[in-house]
């Protein structure tokens, strides 16, 4: 019974609430938001430290004993997963700072910003699939308030459009809650674990076709093909910075909740059937995010449509997980690997797009140019950061890629890492690309038209993590291993979870004098 | 009992994702009211909805008691829906206001305009 767990939805929460109540002070706004974030990002790590040392922690809300209560899970995905939600939102604030206007400081930029934190930590930690519904909802509404934030007329245009498709998210996600606890009765996900592996014949077979209703709400949450659409015309939107927390985390809750539902709870015979459709889904997602990529020409939108793309790496990892042991346990690994370079990769991405937009004053190609004679600095950020996503060695996609791809050819999945390399190799294309047109060509200004120097400290540090998973990936693998492991084989998550109820003392029987 | 409620939901959908298809803003939001409200309903058809169930707390020796877990869930999606609902109607307003037309059709395509 570990009551820690439950700061990292608590603090978020408490900010969110005191920031609103300083709405108009936007020096001491900033101060507090800072704080906040580093306060529970220190934490974080603390609790990764803990989990690793002393296995999975959890708590029970308001003495309702899990299966029947909510409860709150610490094992060593959720805390990488809280870890790195808590980092890139402390380095994305520090960037805001510098690009934020105060026209959305003052329309509550910063509460706004600590919903969206609140919702996403909450869906990392939560270990009951309603209470996940619930998270999924608080952070949807904070990312509505982002995206809208000082509410320009392409902003309101498009949230619209944005919540209109997750409206339809989160009525399938209400409808699998209701049939799952149908089938099962039970939304605990330990207990989910233990229920449905005694599952046989027709039952085993009815929770595995409402699985795949979940499947689809978290597809379309994670943007995987088919269900991506609303992505690239999205994020462009989100306001700078904050685009690098969009597209570093909200799809990765997505793949997140993919793996946490498919890889640990489901286990009735037949469940491999939604593993199978996600490494399908995977090639598919790869693929076309990427040729959708290269017919942009404009930067946010290239790096908007490469989040499919990558995405389709994770899910690929995650559909492994239907083979045998080895391959089950390599492919989580690689998943788990990706998702955490993905995050450090993609938001330094856009925030280094942001800087870009910053010295030449536009986003599309076609306008920019010459950046790298005139800040050479965010060019290299750059380079090391393509380079990155695209697989290239020393840095931490590397280091993904391989891992992934060993695991899909010791599976005998040819096609499907025959489609990861050429996507691969299509990324850097991509990469080369916005490096030609915004980097090399003849300048467009003669001089950086704003000051960028500032932003670069954020993003050198998402960048410089990178390098450091890339070089030093003993430990990250060490860890990755570990979480994987715990994700497949559900016992020590569920004696963790489903505690033995201890005997009520006097002090705890109720005060009607009834049974407690 | 279930064939009704199943004929009601599948109806509630079928409206809702008619109305949600419609040109129009608020038909669009209207459609997501009429869709949580089916979800609500398919809530409690999985919380064995029938006559001869007490509700729990009440009574000893009935034949069989009530499942009090679902309509706690449908109490948590009506409140969700209801924020949302708020909001869509809210945005839905201000691109009407914006660009003086309900029509998605009418809207500039880039977003980046």
Redesign the interface.
Known sequence: MNRWLILPVLVPFLTAVLLALLNGHPRLERAVNLVSCAGLTVFVYWLLGHVDAHGIQAMVIGGWFAPWGVAFVADRLAAIMLCLSMSVGTVVLVYTFFTVEPRQERYFFHPLLQVLLLGVNWSFITGDL?NLF?AY?VM??GS?GVM?VG?S??Q??????Y??IN??G??LF??G???V??TLGT?NMADIAQRSAQLTGERAALVTAVSMLLMVVFALKAAAFPVFFWLP??Y??VPAGMNGYFAGMLTKVGVYSLMRLFVLCFRQPGAELVLEVLLVLSGLSMLFGVLGALCQW?VRKILSWHIISQVGYMLMGIGLAASGADVAQAGVVASIFCVVHNMVVKSSLFLIGGIAGRISGS?KLSEMGGIAGLAPGVSILFLVAAFSLAGMPPFSGFIAKFVLIRAGLAGGHGVVVFVSVVTSLCTLYSMSKIWNYAFWHAPSVSAPLGRYRAMMLPTAVLVLSSVLMGVVAEPFLRLANDAARDLLDPRAYQEAVLLPIPEPTTAQTSRLGGVP | MELLMALVIGSMFAAGTYMILRPSLIRVVLGFGLYSNAANLLLIACGGYSDALQAPFLRDGADGYMDPLPPDIILTAIVISFAVGALLLIVSYQVYVDHGTDDPENLPRDPLS
Request: hydrophobic residues 50%; proline residues 6%.
């Open positions: 309603f619930v909802e949807l509404l509505y809208m509410a007329k392409p309101v245009r498009q949230t619209m459009a919540i209109a409206s339809i989160s009525t209400v409808m809650c209701g049939l606890y149908a939304l015309d999205s462009p939107i404009e986003q």
